[in-house]
């Protein structure tokens, strides 16, 4: 029962992981990211328009990514460079990504999918999924364990710490915000490719779900991953509806144990301290 | 001779005043937007479309005729709304991500109240005001109290209110709610007596078919009592405090968690109001998902407004014009009304890099 829940679990939080991961790196660096909506929108958008023009999947993913790219760089000489407000540059985006998009709506044309891996009792998903968790892995000793990302979360946590190296909280913010943008692109490249198609809008929140679950993990890659899986599954739930209980409860649940736990009813959420702080 | 004397003193020492203002309020507003409109001609000229037709298109559609600028003021009616609650939330430095969650709830309370009460209109219509006011308050008053009480970023809250509203009105519409032997996810229509006139029936000289209605005047009355709250009460005086000065307001004595939790519950009630102009002047009923992102534009609004109730106004009214522009655009010259919000994202981006610039100079 619980088995046959798996397949939609896992293709509901994949892209949901890769723009959550996005979002820790550019919250870990002080960046308040809620354009990561808008990015992957942009990034389901140019693996759709890729696809069509070069007839290549992979060249689709390339121009994803570098579409989301450009709306991280965006962000960034915004809320790093001009010290714009963080989070209305971030809405900002969003209605700038859907506006774009909308515009230039590609042909309904179907694309191709991502090539998809085959493992025995695993089944056959779209290789992201599988790069998924070596990503999740990867970034907590890279972010944790390292120097680099010890330097990135202090651009977040302390600027006198990056001050007294004599390191450019800039650079970091940068490299953090312009992380988030390629990652969440890819989430987007994910939904497109699964779907096969560019809708208007077709993002539908799951940006702002994976903020939620960005802050339901604490700020870390594996909690956040499990948040991930966790909204998958209330989603895959939803889809599957065999009990008496209302779609929408099940729909806004993940919302409200966000709130849950950021108030610190269940467990602590505590954000980065420099977070959202133009000035540190 | 005197006059003239006192009129010139008058013009002499208010120039720097004058000077100031421009520069800080109508020059970056007025610089986003004709960076807008020449964006949106550069556009259409590398799609080989005339941007002469295109401006010309502008002014057609909006100012051609009566009927034509009461839709401008038609669009612009929510938007003053959920202007006026960002500005309010912002001047206390909190942000109301929230406002599309509100004014959803305030819909629902004000057709709810329109749709089981038979009562007559001076009564209905403030029984439906009230409820929207309430519930929209309870819905901005929830991630204040998470903010004071456990320092919960409001951001972050307001957003997540957004999503639940959305889901719960989606339920209440569909499953409970909905008008029998309909598809349509979308409640019965509310009392008659609870619906607002059009303007078109006070006033002659609209046409009858112009949705213009008497919500937009009472909108207007709404950022003529901001303004005096904002301005001239004590409660003004404290939320604007808490925002310019949290320390100093915290040693003159004033609660910032009260101030926090009563501040988001006014935002949240504002845009509650918003709801009411759709259901009570337009509508009649609650449809789902009616509202077109205003609860987002409210943040345009508010920044191109500066925060200023009167600001607002101008800038609502020329975000109604966009719109309406947009709608007339997309029939004429098939350019998808994507453009247009593309260019309220810009326009955002260049008024608050504006603003930092302007912060870090200071």
């Known amino acids: 029962m619980i088995f046959e829940l798996i397949p939609t679990t896992l293709r509901m939080a994949t892209p949901l992981g890769f723009a959550a991961l996005g ?20 990034g389901a958008f140019g693996y759709v328009v890729g696809t069509q023009v070069s007839g290549s999947t992979w060249i689709g993913l390339l121009v994803g990514m570098s579409f989301g790219f450009l ?24 209605i700038l990504a859907l506006g774009i998009t909308e515009f230039l709506v590609p042909t309904p044309e179907q694309v191709g999918g991502l090539p998809q891996w085959k493992f025995p009792f695993i089944g056959a998903y779209s290789f992201l999924v599988y790069l998924l968790p070596i990503l999740v892995i990867v970034s907590h000793i ?8 010890l330097r990135l979360c202090a651009a977040g946590e302390s600027v006198e710490a990056l001050a007294t190296m004599s390191l450019s909280r800039t650079k970091w913010q940068y490299l953090g915000v312009l992380l988030s943008g390629v990652l969440a692109a890819v989430g987007g490249c994910f939904l497109a490719s699964e779907v096969h198609y560019f809708t ?11 903020l939620a679950a960005v802050i339901f993990g604490n700020w870390r890659p594996l909690s956040g991953i499990s948040a991930c899986c966790l909204f998958g599954f209330a989603t895959a739930l939803e889809l599957a509806n065999r009990w008496e209980v209302p779609v929408q409860l099940l729909n806004s649940l993940p919302y409200i144990l966000t709130m849950v736990v950021l108030a610190g009813f269940v467990g602590r959420s505590r954000p980065p301290a420099s977070l959202g702080k133009i000035d540190g | 001779m005197n006059i003239q004397k006192a009129l010139a003193s008058l013009l002499r020492d208010r120039t720097p005043q004058i000077k100031n203002l421009f520069v800080n309020y109508c020059l970056p507003p007025l610089l986003a937007l004709s960076g807008f409109f020449l964006l949106c001609g550069i556009v259409l000229q590398i799609r080989r479309q005339s941007p002469l037709e295109f ?58 109240i329109g749709i089981h009460l038979n009562l007559p209109g001076f009564l209905l219509i ?16 929830i991630p204040g109290f998470l903010k004071a009480r456990y320092g919960a970023h409001e951001v972050i809250n307001t957003i997540m209110m957004n999503f639940v509203a959305f889901a719960l009105m989606n339920y209440l519409v569909t499953s409970v709610y909905q008008e029998p032997g309909q598809m349509i996810p979308q409640t019965p229509q509310i009392y008659e007596a609870a619906q607002l006139p059009r303007l078109a029936s006070l006033f002659p000289i609209l046409p009858p078919s112009n949705p213009l209605n008497l919500s937009f ?31 100093v307001a915290a040693y003159g004595g004033i609660n910032p968690q009260t101030v926090t939790i009563w501040v988001m519950a006014l935002s949240g009630a504002v845009a509650g109001l918003a709801g009411v102009a759709e259901v009570l002047g337009y509508r009649y009923r609650f449809l789902d998902n009616f509202s077109s992102g205003w609860g987002f534009t409210g943040i345009a609004v508010a920044l191109l407004g500066r925060n200023n109730p009167f600001g607002i106004l101008v800038a609502a009214v020329l975000f109604g014009l966009l719109n309406k522009v947009a709608l007339d655009i997309e029939i004429l010259l098939e350019i998808r009304r994507g453009l247009f919000l593309a260019g309220q994202g810009v326009l955002i981006i260049w008024l608050v890099c504006m603003e930092g610039v302007s912060r870090r100079k200071n």
């Open chain 1, 23 to 42: 979002g820790i790196y550019s919250e870990r660096a002080g960046v308040i990211n809620l354009a990561l909506e808008g990015m992957m929108l942009i």
């Open chain 1, 71 to 94: 709306c991280a760089l965006l962000h960034a000489v915004a809320t790093i460079t001009f010290r714009a407000e963080q989070i209305v540059t971030g809405i900002a985006i969003n």
């Open chain 1, 142 to 149: 890279l972010l944790f364990k390292t120097p680099w990302g």
């Open chain 1, 200 to 210: 208007k809008g077709m993002t539908a929140g799951r940006g702002y779900l994976a």
């Open chain 2, 55 to 112: 401006y010309s298109i502008i002014f057609v559609s909006a100012f051609s005729s009566l009927d034509d600028f009461g839709y401008v003021l038609f669009n612009a009616t929510p938007l003053i709304f959920t202007g006026l609650a960002v500005a309010i939330a912002y001047k206390s430095g909190l942000f109301n991500i929230g406002c599309e969650g509100q004014l959803y709830v305030g819909a629902f309370a004000a057709a709810w």
């Open chain 2, 126 to 141: 403030p029984l439906c005001i009230g409820s929207a006011v309430i519930a929209g308050a309870a819905w901005g008053a």
């Open chain 2, 217 to 247: 005047l009472f909108a207007c009355g709404c950022a003529i009592c901001c303004y005096i709250f904002l301005t001239y009460t004590r409660w003004g005086y404290e939320l604007r405090l808490l925002g310019n000065a949290p320390d």
